[in-house]
């Protein structure tokens, strides 16, 4: 059953077409990788979900409703969640606070936010630095902070944009630890833009390739690190 389907949508920015009659489902349950190279439209097709933009023409449907003008604010009470690629916690705050101000869109007790933040805080192994300032959190720090602020809105479907960009090799293990938890432990479904190869193909159920905005193709990760244009575009000739 899809949670989530994208028909035959387009974003345009006067004459530029940056999204081109992009359709596809999302099934419940399931880790859907959405690649491209720089510019090809990933990070505005998560715009246009949660109409952070507004779709130029075409219709997302989200368990069953048409969500397409829908505000931000009530897709996230829908539950989608998001992350951002260029992470901006509240750096004056502790970790804690950022999280539980996040879950305030939910709870509306003190006491109810505040348990939320202690079970995400948690889940993404954030505890000992609860009480940190978030603005000295490192870039491993920071980029699961923005993953723990999302957790923390409840969602079911939840979009991650380049969460593992600037990590080491061990943080990157355990960032693909935290995203498969996301799915199998919380049953949240995902949907991720990533530009590492190591992180979209070992999690990824399906993949969708974009380039320019448009759809090339999709399938398993095997069909597509072995489809000709995308070993061009995105993975390189001597990818095997």
């Not at 996230?76 to 999280?99: E, Y």
């Not at 902070?145 to 090799?169: F, H, V, W």
């Not at 320019?212 to 575009?233: L, Q, W």
């Amino acid at each position: 059953m899809s949670i989530l389907s994208l028909k035959n949508v387009t974003k345009n920015f006067g004459g530029l077409t940056a999204v081109n009659n992009v359709s596809f489902d999302v099934e419940e349950g399931e880790i859907l990788g959405l690649i491209g190279p720089n510019g090809s439209g990933k990070t505005t097709i998560f715009n246009l979900i949660n109409h952070f933009f507004p779709v130029s023409s075409g219709d997302i449907i989200f368990k069953g409703n048409n969500i397409t003008h829908k505000k931000t604010h009530e897709i996230a009470m829908l539950g989608i969640g998001r992350t951002f690629q260029v992470v901006k916690p509240l750096k004056r705050l502790s970790v804690a606070d950022n999280i539980m101000a996040a879950a305030f869109s939910r709870e509306s007790t003190f006491e109810g936010a505040k348990r939320v933040t202690r079970e995400v805080l948690e889940f993404t192994h954030l505890d000992h630095v609860a009480h940190q300032k978030a603005g000295g959190l490192p870039i491993a720090g920071r980029k699961r902070l923005e993953i723990a602020k999302a957790l923390a809105t409840r969602p079911t479907l939840l979009l991650l944009d380049e969460t593992a960009a600037g990590l080491n090799p061990a943080e990157l293990d355990e960032a693909i630890d935290i995203i498969r938890a996301i799915r199998s432990d919380l049953g949240i479904t995902i949907i991720i833009v990533e530009h590492i190869m190591k992180v979209i193909m070992n999690i990824s159920d399906r993949i969708h390739a974009i380039a320019y905005g448009t759809t090339i193709t999709e399938g398993s990760p095997a069909e597509v690190a072995a489809n000709p244009t995308v070993i061009e575009a995105y993975l390189g000739s001597d990818y095997h």
